[in-house]
């Protein structure tokens, strides 16, 4: 045997693999030996037998003579029990393996099956001596290297590169008997191993470690190359179907995980509250486990194998967590349901975080394949909280209720920073807002079943919104005590703007609650009527929330105006006192200041809203005063009006900001009215009062159209050479019933109006005709005008219908009134031909106290009170007094 080996190393020798050396230290040589690559019967190969030189002549020697040994020994072995050249060359490949891996210095995971050179020479000329095909070589080293991986680690290249090599030499007629039956088993033990190794795969190849998912990729490549080997299908005719064997591992291996999961943090023990905090932290690493299967190990698998490993994982660990929490919320619904339990902050807390991270693991079912999504044990989990969500909303109402408790408390009424509210604002908005965000991460999936959540919830901060409105309001009433005017008004500006802050906010819960998407789902389920109740009860809410708001503010300018009010009266007594040799501007100037002072106080600490709210007040108030003031001076001079009218003007610029503060539009109605008319109205003389009564008639006139009041026909025609107008009464229709019988007795008064434009003019009236709502009267009465009489607009024509009454005064049926400018013009019909052209004209009557128009009560005062003023206004009471009577 040792001139076998001496032999070798002189036939390496003589081919030029060395260059020195004797048949003495062939031993020292056999170390050395360098097989050229192109003559290694190990195809493909190159890189795997790679060898080195050595540097240790006593290393080299102990290779050589082991190697030699392991010879004898496998060639003694084979003379006894007359084994095969395959199965020789297997046990020395064996054992060769096993050594040289022992003796790897770097990891052993990386070993690339690199030998020696000795033992390479050796299986070289040991397969060239037995004759062995390239086929049987790569089908031994496949046997070889795939049992040794069954207990070291080794690099999943080399596995791979063995199955190609099978691959590309394989000729299935070459592969017989033993061979056959041995190359099976190494096919079944090796994917036995591997599919082991799959359902371990979270333990023996993490994705903390990038290394282990290299050679797990490796692992699985060399899976899926093998199942679709012809070698493969031919000697394991039964195993075709991997991915059912691949889909078995990982759901045991998964299933496994899981309930290792469960024994690591035993969600079984301790109290409720206890076991739902552990299944959280179970909830969690579920979710990371599915994250993790996603991410990495789905990639992995469909590239390799052609394995949707996520979707095989996440079914699995959804219905094993679906089952433990569904247990376990029935626990905490029994609690809940008795009367003396109450959810406790802390559990309230734990069953939301149980709740998120549900979603969280619910919300991974996207990435499943649509027919896997529909049916999951998760679908409908969040009916297992709605007992809880409605205790939690109660906790969660408590504890803002309590935060805007002392949040007020600890208030000191100053402007936070730049803002223009307090801190208490800032609190209680940050309270809403994180209710608020707490809600939108729950995302509730059933809109329609969202429906009561978002009623509660919009409730809640209403109520949370009105109460601190309310502790504010309360707080300043308290303080304003003692404070100065500057100190006072700038706490209100405070109170003030913090009721607005939480206004505003809370302005923003029909997007921020989705209140379209609640409708919308209420609708799909309820129809019409489902919408409706949506609308109706959340913007109610909303509704009722913003005038209670509306009144804590209006409360707290009702403050501010009031202690305004002493300043503001003396200012405008100033005004009404100040002698007619004072301007306007001198007599206006003391009020002027004081708003000026205030305004800038206003303007530093209200929000624009705000602003126009306590502006508007103040116009309204100022208003007011005014108009008592004129009451309290009724009948004085021209002049007084004039000056309040000058001052009215002012406040009206001064609090329109030239289009900053208040609108004109706005300012210009209301009282602003009724003071207008008042000082225009005084500022006119008698006569002037009359005739814009009467303008004011013929407008009247104009409106009406039907009235219960019946209606007159007449005609009327002016002759210009003779300046007369002449009136021919028709008749009358539907006149009211004053009489006990159900009937009257109508008669017509015809005037020329007003008096002092026709002084000469006498009233003219008709005959009476008895009982009869439809009197007919076919008379003729007529008055001499003049041009320029009824060139005026208010000259008019006024047709008093009454009832006769020979016992007692006659009762008003109504009147109507006619412009001479309708019938007095040149070029109307002349008389002769007035019964033939002239088309009659109808006129609605009407009724009206004459007290009620304020003209009548300007008449009325001492200093009107003269010549035909008296008369009228004597004949307008004895109308008004008969209207009493009926």
């Known amino acids: 045997m040792g001139r076998y080996f001496k032999q070798i190393a002189k036939s390496v ?65 084979a003379s006894s029990k007359t084994d095969s050249n395959v199965s020789i060359h297997k046990k020395l490949l064996s054992q060769i393996v096993e050594y040289e891996h022992a003796h790897v210095k770097r990891e052993p995971y990386n070993w690339n099956g690199q030998v020696c050179p000795a033992a390479c020479t050796v299986l070289t000329h040991h397969a060239v001596q037995t004759d062995l095909s390239p086929l049987q070589q790569a089908v031994i080293r496949w046997q070889c290297y795939s049992s040794h991986h069954r207990t070291q680690r080794l690099c999943y290249s080399l596995l791979l590169r063995l199955l190609r090599t099978i691959d590309a030499e394989w000729d299935p007629s070459a592969v017989r008997g033993e ?74 291996g998964t299933a496994e995980w899981y309930e290792s999961l469960i024994a690591q943090f035993k969600p079984e023990d301790g109290t409720l509250e206890e076991q739902l905090k552990k299944l959280v932290q179970v909830v969690d690493a579920v979710c990371a486990d599915v994250q993790r299967a996603q991410n990495v190990y789905n990639k992995l698998f469909y590239s390799t194998v052609k394995e949707d490993f996520f979707s095989i994982s996440y079914r699995q660990l959804e219905k094993q967590v679906a089952d433990d929490v569904n247990v376990a919320m029935e626990r905490v619904c029994g609690t809940l349901e008795q009367e003396s339990s109450r959810l406790t902050q802390a559990m309230g807390e734990t069953i939301f975080e149980l709740f998120m991270s549900l979603k969280i693991l619910n919300g991974f079912r996207e990435f499943l394949p649509l027919k896997d999504a529909k049916m999951l044990a998760l679908t409908g989990s969040h009916n297992w909280f709605k007992s809880s969500i409605h205790r939690w909303l109660e906790i969660v109402h408590e504890r803002s209720c309590d935060r805007i408790r002392n949040a007020v408390e600890t208030d000191k009424l100053e402007r936070a920073q730049q803002a223009k509210h307090s801190s208490s604002a800032v609190e209680v908005v940050t309270c809403l807002s994180q209710v608020r965000e707490m809600w939108l991460q729950l995302a509730w999936p059933d809109s329609a079943g969202a429906f009561i959540f978002v009623t509660r919830l919009t ?32 706490q209100l500006c405070v109170g003030l703007n913090n009721t607005e802050h939480a206004r505003v906010f809370l302005g923003h819960l029909p997007r921020d609650l989705d209140w379209q998407g609640v409708e919308r789902a209420m609708e799909e389920s309820c129809g019409a009527e489902g919408k409706e109740q949506v609308y109706k009860a959340l913007n109610g809410q909303l509704v009722n929330m913003d005038l209670d708001l509306q009144r804590e503010a209006t409360r707290l300018i009702t403050l501010l105006t009031d202690k305004m009010q002493p300043e503001l009266r003396r200012y405008i007594q100033h005004i009404s006192l100040s002698p007619d040799s004072i301007n306007n501007d001198d007599a206006v100037s003391p009020l002027m200041k004081y708003l000026q ?43 007084f009006y004039n000056r309040f009218q000058y001052t009215v003007e002012t406040l009206l610029q001064f609090l329109h900001v030239k289009g900053e503060g208040l609108s004109l539009e706005d300012m210009k109605s209301g009282d602003y009215k009724v003071l207008d008319e008042e000082l225009r109205m005084n500022k006119c003389s008698s006569f002037e009062l009359i005739e814009q009564y009467y303008l004011e008639k013929i407008s009247h006139q104009k ?42 007795d109508p008669f017509v008064i015809v005037e020329l109006c007003p008096h002092h434009l026709f002084p000469a003019a006498k009233s003219q009236r008709t005959q009476v005709k008895l009982k009869t709502l439809h009197p007919v009267f076919d008379e003729l009465f007529h008055f001499h005008v003049s041009p320029e009489q009824y060139r005026h607009r208010y000259a008019c024509l006024t047709f008093t219908v009454m009832d006769y009454d020979w016992l007692s005064t006659n009762d008003f049926a109504g009147e109507a009134v006619a412009p001479l400018s309708d019938f007095c013009w040149p070029g109307r019909p002349s008389a002769s031909a007035a019964g033939k052209s002239v088309q009659p004209v109808i006129l609605h009557l009407s009724r009206s106290k004459p007290s009620e128009k304020p003209i009548m009560r300007m008449l009325g005062r001492p200093r009107r009170r003269q010549g035909r003023l008296r008369s009228l206004s004597r004949r307008l009471k004895e109308i008004e007094k008969s209207m009493e009577e009926e």
């Open 597 to 639: 002072d205030t305004m800038a106080i206003l303007t530093e600490n209200l929000v624009k809203e705000n602003l126009t709210r306590v502006l508007q007040s103040l116009w309204e108030l100022l208003l007011r005063m005014i108009l008592d003031a004129i009451a309290e001076n009724a009948g004085v001079q021209v002049e």
């Open 179 to 252: 061979l056959e039956r041995q190359l099976s088993d190494s096919f079944r033990l090796y994917t036995e191993h591997c599919l082991c190794l799959m359902k371990n795969m979270r333990q023996v190849f993490p994705c903390s470690s990038a290394a282990a998912i290299a050679r797990y990729e490796l692992m699985l490549r060399g899976v899926g190359y093998m199942q679709n080997m012809p070698a493969f299908q031919t000697v394991c005719p039964l195993r075709h179907d991997l991915h059912l064997d691949i889909t078995t591992a990982v759901k045991k």
């Open 13 to 77: 020798r003589s081919n030029g693999s060395a260059s020195s050396g004797s048949e003495e230290n062939a031993d020292d040589f056999l170390g050395c030996i360098n097989v050229p690559l192109n003559e290694c019967p190990i195809v493909g190969y190159d890189t795997w037998f790679k060898l080195e030189p050595r540097s240790s002549t006593s290393k080299v020697q102990g290779e050589c003579h082991l190697i030699l040994k392991l010879f004898t020994n496998q060639r003694d072995t």
């Open 459 to 490: 409730d809640n901060f209403c109520s949370e919104a009105v109460c601190y409105s309310e502790m504010i309001t309360r707080k300043i009433e308290r303080n304003q005590l003692g404070q100065d005017h500057k100190s006072f008004t700038v």
């Open 703 to 744: 409106t009406l159209k039907h009235t219960r009041y019946g209606r007159i026909s007449l005609k009327c025609y002016y002759e210009a050479p003779e300046q007369r107008l002449t009136v021919e009464i028709l008749h009358a229709a539907d006149i009211i019933a004053l009489d006990a019988n159900g009937l009257s």
